[in-house]
T-cell receptor, first 113, second 111 residues
């Protein structure tokens, strides 16, 4: 158990809809990152938040956006869903000061039909 | 950018030793990580190397050569529960603690 919790665990949406995924970071961690993992692939970095501001972004379009709240919980929002957005979305928290390892949640499996 | 390469699949026998290789090309290298991921579960941290050499942690060891852009994960005394995907990931630069992952190596341990 890493202490990082995500909700929901599974979600089904249709193309064009919007989705919000949620993450609660491990206690004491001030940085949250979001990753997309397609079937059979490694996780791909979407973006990271530190102290409620975006602090790095991967190669994802603007319809992927996020928020980090004062209690360090986080949301990932995806607008105008496409079929290729179907994937496991992983949240990971870390302590920027120790800056060593990421602790991952179990993810949200998103299916876009 | 990043170019992280590792074998797609490996099979090994229970009780044996297996080495999973990872090569990478990246700018601003700032550490290499290995994660284990069982099907349908979160990746879990195994090891971290930032300097050259071998890091040993129980049955698992990880090696890094920065000049060669090369790492390996060594698993000893394989157990059936070690069947999982093993992800090699590289961190670039300082500040943003984001990792760039390879596609993962799916290890199957057979009796």
């Amino acid at each position: 158990e890493t202490g990082v919790t995500q909700s929901p665990t599974h979600l089904i949406k249709t193309r064009g809809q919007q989705v919000t995924l949620r993450c609660s970071s491990q206690s004491g961690h001030n940085t949250v990152s979001w990753y997309q993992q397609a079937l059979g692939q490694g996780p791909q970095f979407i973006f990271q938040y530190y102290r409620e501001e975006e602090n790095g972004r991967g190669n994802f379009p603007p319809r992927f956006s996020g928020l980090q709240f004062p209690n360090y919980s986080s949301e990932l929002n995806v607008n105008a869903l496409e079929l290729d957005d179907s994937a496991l979305y992983l949240c990971a928290s870390s302590d920027r000061e120790t800056n060593e390892k990421l602790f991952f949640g179990s993810g949200t499996q998103l299916s876009v039909l | 950018g990043q170019n992280i390469d590792q074998p797609t699949e490996m099979t090994a026998t229970e009780g044996a030793i297996v080495q999973i290789n990872c090569t990478y090309q990246t700018s601003g290298f700032n550490g290499l990580f290995w994660y284990q991921q069982h099907a349908g579960e979160a990746p879990t941290f195994l090891s971290y190397n930032v300097l050259d050499g071998l890091e040993e942690k129980g049955r698992f060891s990880s090696f890094l050569s920065r000049s060669k852009g090369y790492s390996y994960l060594l698993l000893k005394e394989l157990q059936m529960k070690d069947s999982a995907s093993y992800l090699c990931a590289v961190r670039e630069g300082t500040g943003a603690n984001n990792l760039f992952f390879g596609t993962g190596t799916r290890l199957t341990v057979i009796p």
